[in-house]
């Protein structure tokens, strides 16, 4: 049965995500859903700009500097509510970005950047999409990290030894859990996800995992057993066919069709040789998995050429399941797309607060209101037949219908919604212009939100 997707105005959406958060007191959680309000309906602002009255902003300072307002206490209902899957297919795609508040010399606690010249947190978060419905859901879960400042004539035991970044995937995993019954979860993790820890608690967890390789020198096992480099292993597997694909512009090569050679094998990892406390206690030493590689044939000069090695738990029988593996790895975007969301449209790196515990709370609530933001971008497309009537606040259309007089809101589709929303965010909407990203589409709301304010101050005053 197919899901209804209904576009929340601002104050209801708040009150599903953050009503239930447990703060100890009934009035912190009443500040939070004001703070949370102000915070959605002005992402792009610091918390001045959203709290304009002294008192408001006062208020919120204090509530972010309570021992029980955490990053955890602000976003666990919402990653509970995520986790709360019906039957189906979905992706959780993880990945880790930097927020920066090196400009804010006088936070104290944060960790390092970069060359360590630079000075923040580091979000690890968890974004869960469904297969089947193709929309964000939200996020499964999130961790903080702090970069530590490496000492001088540090040895290679005591680097182990510390707390490292690539601990967070193997912790997010443990964090995110078991599906529901009836939900087959698979977690989507760049090269910075090459973890054996992590890859052992997904396992355990009995969910699956599309990870692109970053180790080609490790030693593996082939299926007869016999010991050699993955690189080499790479290099003997067994050819499924060839597809093309369109690829986006990166730094590292520009936007085109590419022709691929896709080809697997099975390989058994090895546990490393410093385990973790967590790894020996697990006493897993070996982990069996497919390989799949696709690799690009003909590259234009000037290009780098394409060569993805993705590591699976799930079957590779055929050249139909080599590409659905391919195709979950191409998914990988949405969190590239949903921590820019964070940034540039959330402004996450615009709060100044004194501590790091206290930013780590903004982030918290930061995060969760990036969601609803990037959500925007696909829920027009998820069901485009569906009628914008029963899918979209009154009040929206209302105000879309003053904006665009020639719109006709008795037929309007929630894709043609979005893309009339998106216009007034300077989409032009021609042919080739494609579908309106996130951006454009709250740029839109954002005008629309104005006048939806003038009609119900309008209102008033009769």
């Not at 968890?126 to 970069?147: S, W």
């Not at 998914?331 to 820019?340: L, T, V």
């Not at 780590?360 to 925007?376: D, P, Y």
Request: proline share 4%.
């Amino acid at each position: 049965m197919e899901s209804v997707v209904i576009v929340l105005d601002n104050k209801q959406w708040v009150r599903e995500n953050f009503q239930s958060c447990d703060l100890g007191d009934a009035r912190r959680t009443k500040r939070l859903l004001k703070v949370a309000e102000s915070m959605v309906d002005a992402p792009e602002e610091s918390l001045p700009g959203q709290n304009p009255e002294w008192a408001d902003l006062k208020a919120a300072y204090r509530f972010f500097d309570t021992d029980e307002v955490t990053f955890e206490a602000i976003s666990e209902p919402h990653w509970n509510q995520t986790r709360n899957t019906t039957k189906g297919r979905f992706l959780l795609i993880s990945d880790t970005t930097d927020v920066d508040f090196t400009w804010h010399s006088a936070t104290q606690g944060l960790g390092m950047l970069g060359n360590g010249k630079g000075r923040g947190i580091q979000l690890h978060a968890c974004l869960m999409y469904d297969l089947g419905e193709k929309q964000i859901v939200g996020l499964a879960g999130a961790l903080t990290h702090y970069r530590a400042f490496k000492p001088e004539n540090e040895t290679r035991a005591q680097c182990l030894a510390r707390n490292r970044e690539s601990d967070v995937w193997a912790k997010l995993v443990e964090q995110v859990g078991l599906a529901p019954e009836g939900s087959q979860w698979i977690h989507v993790f760049d090269r910075g996800g090459d973890y054996f820890e992590a890859m052992c608690r997904i396992k355990l967890t009995k969910n699956d995992w599309v990870i692109r390789a970053s180790q080609l020198n490790r030693s593996v096992l082939d299926c007869n057993g016999k010991k050699l480099k993955l690189s080499k292993a790479v290099e003997e597997s067994t050819e499924l066919g060839t597809f093309t694909m369109s690829l986006r512009s990166t730094p590292r090569h520009s936007a085109r069709t590419v022709k691929l050679a896709v080809s697997y094998c099975e390989v058994t990892f090895l546990a490393p040789s410093h385990k973790s406390p967590w790894l020996k206690q697990s006493k897993m030493t070996e982990l069996p998995m497919r390989v799949v590689i696709a690799k690009e044939l003909d590259t234009p000069e000037g290009n780098q050429p394409i060569c993805w090695v993705i590591l699976t738990s799930l079957p590779v029988e055929s050249f139909a399941d080599a590409w659905t593996v391919l195709e979950y790895y191409e998914h990988r975007w949405m969190i590239e797309e949903y921590n820019r969301v964070a940034k540039s449209g959330c402004s996450i790196e615009k709060h100044a607060l004194r501590t790091a515990e206290r930013l780590e709370a903004v982030i918290g609530l930061t995060s969760v209101v990036a969601v609803k933001l990037f959500q925007l971008k696909l829920v027009g497309r998820n069901q485009p037949d569906a009628k914008a009537a029963t899918h979209v606040p009154s009040a929206w259309l209302s105000s879309l219908k003053l904006m665009r007089p020639r719109v006709r809101l008795s037929d309007m589709t929630v894709y043609t919604f979005f893309r009339e929303l998106a216009k007034l965010g300077g989409f032009l909407g021609r042919k080739h212009d494609g579908e309106p990203g996130w951006q454009t589409i709250w740029k839109g709301y954002q005008r629309l939100r104005q006048i939806a304010i003038g009609i119900a101050l309008a209102e008033r005053l009769r």
